[in-house]
């Protein structure tokens, strides 16, 4: 179906909600909230797609995980594929439940018995069900970087400058 590099698709099926999955601990606009995780069965046939739908808001409390409305019948999706999804540091492995951490594929497959597509699509077609679709760039966080490495060198090289005067220095 898909190449081994991020590629635009546009798939055809319906959601299996049952099977939806939150991503916990996902920020956007400085809030805390999950992306919502679904498996969508292709049309005319028995295989699925994960469908990174997009991101709600978390709830004050975690005791109650938010609302999300799934589309009903037959949909069309347009995003970007790839073949995992983001990954953040993961102690649990095959983790299971509606919140999670990450999602493997392979585990997840396993879980509910369902055929999958080695691929992940990252929806960025407009569907009627309240998510945010603003994904963070595949360069964010470069420049977080560029500033580290600049305030690192800047320190070794005021460790220079005081090493030279204070050697130079009278007792």
Avoid: C
């Avoid at 069965?41 to 938010?66: E, I």
Wanted: no cysteine; proline share 7%.
């Amino acid at each position: 179906m898909l190449g081994a590099h991020l590629q635009s698709v546009s798939v055809t099926g319906t959601f299996v909600p049952k099977y939806s999955v939150m991503l916990d601990n996902k920020l956007r606009r400085g809030k805390a909230g999950y992306e919502v995780v679904t498996p969508l069965r292709l049309a005319g046939s028995d295989l699925h797609v994960l469908v990174n739908r997009g991101w709600v808001q978390a709830p004050p409390t975690r005791d109650v995980l938010p609302e999300v409305r799934t589309p009903p019948g037959e949909v069309r999706i347009e995003g970007i594929a790839s073949e995992r999804l983001p990954r953040l540091l993961n102690v649990e492995k095959n983790e299971q439940g509606k919140v999670r951490q990450t999602l493997e594929l392979p585990a997840f497959a396993a879980q509910t018995g369902l055929r999958l597509q080695p691929r992940v699509i990252e929806q960025h077609s407009t569907t009627d069900d309240g998510l945010l679709r603003e994904w963070p760039r595949p360069d964010a966080g470069v420049e977080k970087n560029e500033s580290y490495a600049l305030q690192w060198y800047s320190l070794a090289a005021l460790a220079v400058i005081l090493a030279l005067v204070f050697s130079f220095r009278k007792s």
